[in-house]
């Protein structure tokens, strides 16, 4: 069986959580797995990795490929949209495509999963998907459902005809899509089921199927230009295909089931306290039942609350009673007219370290990265050292995530390369292609953060001043001792041919957007000591991005402690490099450069006593 996950949604209905920026499908609440990830375990229960597949636009690519990586299915899996479709031709390309890349068949049968919902147990699910394949593979349309618990108005409904005496399914008379709630109180009377959004078919079917919709003989006579096109550009499964077949069954689900839509939804399914509430920090709750409590920056006192939900964001407060919470979609376009950056979202931050033998200090690495307020930041660490060194320090890592319990969005994933030895930079551009982040920095093993809102004040003033690059200010420390300071590097805001003057920024604290590594390359591999010196010269000189500088220091880096011999010959080449990387970017500068370059370094000596009023 082929299994087709839908996941190309935006989503914000678990606002202020969920934004544009993170749908609420990807969405890690208090530790919950994403609904996402639960999603491909399903599809894992009924088929296997290489028959999974992922429909998504190019806005949530990147989070897919996130949240795949402990699953070992192939980001190749990912299909992306070519445009921002509805359901509809997202399922027809889908299928189009997983015939012509991955060689599917006509008849084989293909499960479509929304990836927004709560599924247990995972037994009674795959009974179902297998009960609907066999229905499927007799050109039947299968679309699972469930008996209505309470009337609501968010949901479609299946209106059922007679079934033959021995058999699970039942005809489809009529569907009716997101009723008002006293048309839903009826139509449960009258033995209604809920849609599900599950559907199980054969590809030769739905293609069929399609085809009729489009007045068509074959799939590839669809025209983009056409007037059933462009109308169906809007139009979800449901509207183009499930409503017009004629050969559509329903098989009413016994597993249970939740629309992960809403913060009522994440209420059902979360641990409570004897009165009914979920209270997951600890908040101070007195003759409060049936609520739920979220916010980690500031104690909430809750008094004789019932049914109500209270979640408290860095940067926003919601309150909704229970029984209105599906109104927050009414508030969505007020705030996107009054603060548009709070629907939008703030970006994901990704921190890259290379290891190869050296892991002494890296635990308080990804320690300064975890203890950051920002909540939105993945610690990617590209391991070259030998395996079974790779697989223990992995185990370490998961532990001190597990330790700090930190109950946000940050993810630290160790990827091995065990017996691949590379250069630094070499190393530094494989990294940079694994991220997700929106923004992406480098953070070299042993290195800190200097404090805790290091990435919260780098990310708000790329924000603030629509910058693509961003650095700060560098601090030296020698060796094991973090604290004793041996330079201090402050920086200063970018002005065209400063460079000249031997300026740049300090390189552990450049943070860049991920386009700008898309669009102008990562690091050049042919020159090994100063290749971030080219690449800051490059990205700010010559091609003019836009950048700002945060006075502050935002980095503590672990100086060399190589012999003096080494020390000076790393000098000299780095220098004679800083002068190449001008006449490999066409810049002209004198050639006495490589000389006078050297004297800028000479000021951090001397400031290093500065430096002590900022620890």
């Known amino acids: 069986m082929k299994v087709l996950i839908l996941a190309g949604g935006g989503g914000t209905r678990l606002w202020p959580y969920s934004t544009e920026r993170l749908p609420k499908q990807f969405l890690t609440l208090k530790n919950h797995e994403s609904t996402f990830v639960q999603a491909v375990k399903r599809a894992l229960v009924v088929s296997n990795k290489e028959d999974v597949f992922i429909s998504s636009n190019e806005a ?11 699953t070992e299915i192939d980001p190749s899996h990912i299909l992306v949209k070519d445009a921002n479709y509805d359901t509809g031709l997202s399922i027809f390309f889908s299928l189009k495509k997983i015939k012509e890349l991955f060689g599917a068949k006509d008849e084989d049968v293909v499960a479509v999963l929304p990836s927004d919902h709560f599924i247990e147990p995972l037994g009674e699910f795959k009974k179902a998907v297998q009960d609907a394949a066999a229905a499927a593979s007799e050109n039947f349309l299968v679309a699972l459902g469930k008996k209505p618990l309470t009337p609501q108005e968010s949901f479609g409904y299946m209106l059922l ?61 669809v025209q983009k230009e056409s007037g059933l096109f462009k109308k169906a550009f809007s139009l979800s499964f449901d509207r183009m295909i499930a409503e017009k077949t004629k050969r559509i069954v329903a098989l009413p689900a016994e597993f249970d089931w939740l629309d992960m839509g809403s913060w009522k939804a994440f209420h059902e ?66 705030l996107r007219e009054k603060h548009p950056h709070l629907v939008k979202g703030t970006p ?39 395996p079974e060194e790779s697989v223990e320090f992995g185990q370490k890592i998961k532990t001190i995530k597990a330790e700090l319990n930190t109950g946000d969005e940050k993810v630290v994933d160790v990827i091995l390369r065990p017996d691949e030895r590379k250069k630094t930079y070499e190393a530094l551009n494989e990294a940079l292609q694994e991220t997700t982040g929106e923004i992406i920095g480098i ?23 629509s910058a693509d690059v961003c650095w700060g200010d560098l601090i030296y420390a020698r060796g094991n001792e973090l604290r004793r300071i041996t330079r201090f590097w402050q920086s200063s805001p970018y002005g065209k041919g400063i460079f ?25 591999t042919d020159l090994p000591v100063s290749a971030g010196y080219e690449f800051m010269l490059r990205v700010l000189e010559k091609e003019g991005v836009k950048g700002c500088y945060v006075p502050r220091v935002m980095v503590r880096t672990r100086e060399d402690g190589g012999s003096g011999w080494r020390r000076i010959v790393n000098f000299i080449e780095g ?21 006078t370059k050297p004297f800028s370094k000479l000021n951090q000596l001397f400031a290093k006593s500065r430096s002590v009023n900022l620890q």
């Open 161 to 221: 005809g007679n079934k033959k005496q021995g058999e699970k399914f039942y005809r489809v008379r009529q569907f009716i899509e997101k009723p008002p709630r006293k048309l839903a109180e009826k139509l449960i009377q009258k033995g209604c089921l809920w849609n599900l959004g599950i559907y199980v078919f054969s590809i030769g079917f739905m293609f069929g199927e399609f085809c009729n919709y489009f007045g068509v003989q074959n799939p590839d006579d």
């Open 348 to 386: 994901f931050v990704s921190i890259c370290t290379i290891l190869s033998d050296k892991r002494r200090h890296t635990e308080v690495t990804t320690k300064s990265i975890l203890k950051q307020t920002y909540p939105l930041i993945e610690h990617l660490i590209l391991d070259f050292g030998e």
């Open 500 to 524: 000249r003057q031997g300026w740049m920024p300090p390189h552990p604290t450049f943070f860049v957007r991920r386009w700008v590594y898309e669009k102008y390359g990562g690091f050049r």
């Open 575 to 595: 220098n004679i490099e800083s002068y190449k990387s001008w006449k490999l970017n066409g810049l002209k500068v004198r050639p006495w450069f490589i000389f």
């Open 60 to 70: 949530n690519f990147l989070h897919i490929k996130r949240q795949l990586r402990n």
């Open 269 to 334: 399914v979360s641990a409570k306290d004897e009165k009914k509430n979920v209270n997951l920090e600890g908040h101070i709750l007195v003759n409060t039942e049936k609520t739920l409590i979220m916010g980690r920056g500031k104690p909430i006192v809750a008094i004789h609350l019932e049914n109500m939900f209270v979640i408290d964001h860095k940067d926003a407060l919601l309150i909704v009673p229970e029984n209105r919470v599906d109104a927050l979609k009414e508030a969505i376009p007020i």
């Open 443 to 465: 953070l070299n093993a042993g290195d800190t953060y200097e404090d805790e809102g290091v990435i919260q004040d780098m990310v708000e003033a790329m924000e603030r001043e």
